[in-house]
Nanobody, 117 residues
């Protein structure tokens, strides 16, 4: 069964940047559309960015122009570069497969991002 491990979170001030990484083992990573999701205690998990196997990217309206998703198929890793961070970006960030009707991988533990002055 595939294992997903997210890293790179932390505490930053508004306007600063973070780069998250998600390593996926034991799967056909290179064939998957991958996504970054985030969740706060009061909200459902939401998809913020996704990248197809050929590199086509899509972003939620609230992060367009600030977040950049990328992937390295050789390392079975997807990244999320987050710039100009805002307090509203505070959440636990997860990665997983994206797309309608796909079977999700087992969710990892996520990585906490906190944006606060």
């Amino acid at each position: 069964q595939a294992q997903v491990v997210e890293t790179g979170g932390g505490l930053v001030q508004p306007g600063e940047s973070l780069r998250l990484a998600c390593a996926v083992s034991g799967s056909l990573f290179e064939f998957f559309t991958m996504g970054w999701y985030r969740q706060t205690p009061d909200n459902e998990r939401e998809l913020v960015a996704q990248i197809t196997r050929d590199g086509t990217t899509t972003y939620a309206d609230g992060v367009k122009g600030r977040f950049t998703i990328s992937r390295d198929n050789a390392k079975a890793t997807t990244y999320l570069q987050m710039d100009s961070l805002k307090p509203d970006d505070t959440a636990v960030y997860y990665c997983n497969r994206a797309g309608i009707g796909v079977t999700k991988l087992n969710w990892g533990l996520g990585t906490q991002v906190t944006v606060s002055s």
